[in-house]
């Protein structure tokens, strides 16, 4: 679903209504400042108005009308509740996940007093609203007991959480993007989420961030929070004249002021984007407390990524606008070096000045201040080399597979072993901007498959990697190609096709796949900051970039792309 299709599934239909829509102190005494107002559940974008039962209703009609009610957020699920006994209402818990259907529930009797649903599978949110996408036909079977309340049917188990339909989810679930850093929190790190998009989404958007990051992201602490163990929202978050007022327990103030600087740059990256917030007011106790942001040279909240492509043009390497080919800053001698090397691949970091180079000999990696570059791998066959934001260089072989790493400046290369799920012999890879993930493509029997894996560090030296996040793509016979990372948390792919053409696909990690349409013969993709900066070139050396639902060929022709990092 593209982010077009998100805007546009924000408009009501009939069957609902629109409404308008680093330094720190912890006091030790002082007043205690009452809380304002919270606005009412009217300002939520969209709300829907289920019915309750009708008298006289069958078990399945019961159960259709329980299923169709998960759309009644309201007042804690209202509407659903009424179709339960009393003591299911108390046992029902609506928030527990969300199972996002594509198509119609079929039902069917199980013995007197029971029903069995079968819903086909489009995705899942859990109940720290982590998304999960379903690609292939997949239903999930539901149970339902029910019994008589005073003459009329009603459900005296049901299954946690509620099913809907891909427009209300759409309409009711708010992508938010929470922030946490890497192990040694000198970059931030960010974690999708899917929130009931109403008044507690701010509330939910902290208890989020005080719980952690995502499972899949935790061992090793490959991303991490700066909030202490044990602290507690004591209240839900408030908001008044755009500030929102967000009171922790006393734990708190065991947090170092570095880590309170960090508590609150989490706070305000995650909670400014929620419409209606333009500041963060921290208390502890009810007390305000008065914390900076850490310096702007502490945390990249930013990558120092150029919107325009780096490109290898003939023998000059620079940034591409329009048809001139500018050389980056600093990296005069790099040209020369590249100009000898003639390299066929290669990844360069401008705000740590490092870079790496593949040519017939194998990968070579320099800083932009060395007098030549060293050999660092020498295996035959090897793929684009991957830098990260350590100066640590990837590298990998189709005909003596492995993954390793090399320090530039170093010379040491050491493997890094490989969750067993992986085919050794990948086609691509890079580590995302932040540092904390490999993103893996590669072929097996099924198809084309996408892997995340954390990167577990010490002190920034990747030693491991954590289980992988497996995302498989659409197309039995197809045939993986490239990848790269093309914001902080989507990573663009080339997938080759039977019929000679090349699909352009982009998966938010947390969220959803995405088809972007497809570019004959596309050899190579690269990132920028955002989606419209993402570039691909052919077999030709024509580059593509995105223009609206179309792809715009350039009329500047290139080598390659260089992965900006």
């Known amino acids: 679903m593209t982010r077009i299709r998100r805007i546009l ?9 629109v409404g308008l829509s680093a330094c720190a102190s ?6 205690i400042e009452e809380g304002r107002s919270q606005p009412d559940e009217s300002n939520q974008g969209v709300r829907y108005f289920p019915s309750g039962p009708s008298a006289g209703a069958t ?8 299923l169709d009610a998960g759309t009644g957020t309201r007042d804690g699920f209202q509407a659903a509740r009424e179709y339960l006994t009393p003591a299911a209402k108390e046992d029902w818990d609506p928030d527990a996940r969300v199972l996002i259907t594509n198509g119609q529930a079929s039902m069917k009797s199980a013995g007197a007093n029971g029903i069995e649903v079968s819903v086909p599978l489009r995705g899942q949110v859990d109940d720290h609203g982590l998304y999960s996408e379903t690609l292939s036909t997949s239903n999930e079977s539901l149970s339902f007991t029910l019994e008589q309340v005073d003459g009329q049917w009603r459900i005296a188990k049901a299954p946690p959480g509620v099913v809907l339909q891909q427009q209300p989810f759409n309409d009711l679930y708010a992508q938010q993007m929470l922030t946490y850093f890497d192990n040694d929190k000198r970059y931030t790190s960010p974690d999708l989420r899917w929130l009931p998009n109403g008044t507690k989404l701010p509330t939910r958007v902290v208890q989020e961030l005080i719980n952690g990051p995502a499972e899949w992201m935790r061992p090793g602490s490959a991303v991490v929070s700066a909030f202490p163990e044990g602290v ?13 007022v967000v009171d922790f327990s006393g734990e708190l103030s065991s947090a170092s002021a570095t880590d309170l600087s960090l508590v609150r740059l989490q706070l305000e990256e995650s909670l400014l984007t929620v419409p209606g917030i333009s500041s963060v007011e921290i208390r502890v106790n009810g007390a305000r407390i008065d914390v900076s942001l850490p310096n702007r040279d502490a945390v990249v909240t930013t990558a120092d990524v150029s919107s325009m492509p780096l490109v290898q043009s003939g023998n000059d390497i620079g940034f591409l606008n329009n048809s001139a080919v500018s050389v980056p800053n600093g990296a005069e001698h790099v040209s020369e070096v590249v100009n000898e090397l003639k390299p066929i691949r290669g990844a360069l970091s401008a705000s740590r000045q490092t870079l790496t180079l593949l040519n017939a000999n194998g990968a070579h990696a320099m800083r932009f201040t060395d007098d030549e ?4 791998d020498a295996r035959p066959g090897q793929i684009e080399p991957a830098l990260d934001n350590w100066d640590w260089v990837w590298t990998q072989s189709t005909v003596e597979t492995g993954l390793y790493v090399s320090h530039i400046g170093d010379g040491e290369l050491r493997e890094i072993p490989l969750p067993p ?8 890879h890079q580590v995302s901007r932040d540092g904390t993930r490999l993103a893996v493509l590669y072929n097996d029997d099924e198809g084309v498959q996408l892997a995340v894996m954390p990167i577990i560090r010490d002190k920034g030296a990747p030693v491991e990697l954590g289980a992988p996040l497996i995302v498989a793509m659409p197309g039995a016979n197809d045939k993986a190609s490239d990848l790269a990372w093309i914001d902080p948390n989507s990573v663009g792919m080339l997938v080759n096709k039977q019929d000679g053409s090349t699909s352009v696909r982009v998966y938010q990690v947390g969220g959803e796949l995405t088809s972007m349409g497809t570019i004959p013969s596309a050899a190579q993709i690269a990132g920028a900051n955002s989606l419209s900066g993402m570039r691909i070139v052919d077999r030709h050396g024509t580059v593509y970039a995105p223009r609206g639902s179309r792809w715009q060929a350039s009329e500047t022709s290139i080598t390659f792309l260089y992965a900006q990092v």
Do not use: H, Y
């Open 9 to 17: 599934a924000t408009l009501a239909t009939a069957s609902l209504m």
């Open 26 to 31: 912890i006091p030790t005494s002082g007043p």
């Open 59 to 66: 078990r399945e009609e019961i159960v259709q009308g329980f």
């Open 232 to 244: 507690k929202l004591r209240n839900d978050v408030v908001i008044a004249d755009g500030v929102a």
């Open 373 to 376: 570059p060293v050999l660092i």
């Open 421 to 428: 799920q992986i085919d050794p012999a990948f086609i691509s």
